[in-house]
């Protein structure tokens, strides 16, 4: 009985020293330096490479909300673009779910308010089909004759050669309901940087998730590229040149602004989304409505927009960083499964090859 505060005593101190030991930092399972991890930091809790971080620190400087094309572009491509997914092993099967909260930590991470979403935004061709009035139709075109069935898809010339409003009275009434979320985009192109900062469901997660889940918004710039260009030939055959250049300039930026995300997924999309601005320019060039001052004067605002980054950049750093996260992961937890090459056995020979062979 009367041993009883001495008993407590022990008890809280084995307590004590347990915390301590937990909230020690771990030591990492490999050498953290610039011949191993590439880079030295930051660091998390557990003294491992952050690689997200990194990438959210060194590419996300100097950009803000002002000057950052995503954040008008997530907007107009709402709710899809801001809604997150994750691919889970379940039952020896990949499967694809969505991230609970993801739209909120978006926005939060982008500086994007509840106001900012009450604007106009993209409405896709095959949902307008669907919905769209006839009569609404054959009034935007202003054709009072019959009424073709809808396309079901943009005709792809309608991309690279001028045409008019009576031969496509569908598409011309589907730029119309889009009109405001065009001039939009058109703007958002001409800002100066692009970056959708990387996320990720768990602390744990390696780079290559928080990666995965940022792809969905590359396809959703080439398209709204794309749709500046539909408009710009419509606008060349009405002879509104001016316009005309507008959007392909804004639509030619696109894939320049892409190729500063820093990923080969993003620098891929962005030489698909420079294709059509390209034709396009050539139709514009062979049109025979520019004089030859014009000309030179359009191919000199051209040549102002810059060029892409190049993707040995990318290959040095994002594409590097993602293959060293996942190595660092299964060197942590012991799960090859998580590494980018499937032909891995043993752990061991895989850490001691990757992070200190000469």
């Known amino acids: 009985m009367h041993d009883r505060p001495g008993i407590w005593l022990r008890i809280f101190t084995i307590l004590t020293s347990l915390a301590i030991i937990?909230?020690?930092?771990v030591k990492p399972p490999i050498p953290i330096s610039y011949a191993t991890t590439r880079i030295t930091g930051p660091l998390t809790k557990n003294g491992l490479v952050d690689y997200v971080a990194a990438f959210n620190?060194?590419?996300?400087?100097?950009?803000?909300?002002?000057?950052?094309?995503?954040?008008?572009?997530?907007?107009?491509?709402?709710?899809?673009?801001?809604?997150?997914?994750?691919?889970?092993?379940?039952?020896?099967?990949?499967?694809?779910?969505?991230?609970?909260?993801?739209?909120?930590?978006?926005?939060?991470?982008?500086?994007?308010?509840?106001?900012?979403?009450?604007?106009?935004?993209?409405?896709?061709?095959?949902?307008?089909?669907?919905?769209?009035?006839?009569?609404?139709?054959?009034q935007a075109a202003g054709d009072t004759g019959h009424l073709s069935p809808a396309p079901r898809y943009i005709p792809g010339k309608l991309y690279i050669h001028p045409w008019s409003a009576h031969n496509h009275p569908w598409v011309t009434?589907?730029?119309?309901?889009?009109e405001g979320a065009l001039d939009i985009a058109q703007a958002a192109f001409y800002r100066p940087r692009f970056f959708n900062p990387l996320l990720r469901n768990l602390r744990s997660e390696p780079m290559a998730n928080a990666i995965g889940s940022a792809w969905g918004i590359f396809g959703e710039i080439q398209t709204a590229s794309e749709y500046l260009v539909v408009r710009a030939m419509l606008?060349?055959?009405?002879?509104d040149i001016e316009s005309c250049e507008n959007d392909l300039l804004s639509a030619n930026h696109a894939g320049i602004l892409l190729s500063q995300e820093h990923m080969l997924m993003s620098s891929m999309t962005a030489c698909a989304a420079a294709s059509f601005p390209a034709q396009a320019d050539e139709?514009?060039?062979?049109?025979?409505?520019?004089?030859?001052?014009?000309?030179l004067a359009y191919l000199h605002?051209?040549?102002?927009?810059?060029?892409m980054a190049p993707i040995s950049n990318v290959l040095d750093t994002t594409e590097r960083w993602w293959i060293l996260s996942a190595f660092q992961s299964a060197a942590v937890t012991n799960n090859l499964a998580i590494l980018p090459i499937p032909i891995v056995k043993n752990?061991?020979?895989?850490?001691?090859?990757?992070?200190?062979?000469p």
């Open 57 to 138: 620190q060194h590419f996300g400087k100097g950009v803000t909300p002002e000057n950052n094309a995503a954040v008008p572009l997530l907007i107009l491509f709402r709710p899809g673009s801001f809604r997150g997914w994750q691919s889970k092993l379940f039952k020896g099967k990949m499967v694809t779910t969505s991230i609970p909260g993801w739209g909120a930590m978006r926005r939060k991470a982008l500086g994007i308010t509840a106001h900012d979403l009450t604007g106009p935004r993209f409405i896709d061709f095959q949902t307008f089909r669907k919905h769209a009035d006839p009569a609404a139709v054959s």
């Open 173 to 178: 009434a589907w730029l119309q309901v889009n």
């Open 347 to 357: 752990r061991s020979a895989v850490t001691n090859h990757f992070f200190f062979a």
């Open 301 to 307: 605002k051209l040549q102002m927009l810059g060029t």
């Open 22 to 25: 937990a909230a020690a930092p």
């Open 235 to 239: 606008e060349l055959h009405r002879n």
């Open 283 to 295: 139709a514009l060039a062979n049109s025979g409505k520019l004089s030859t001052r014009q000309d």
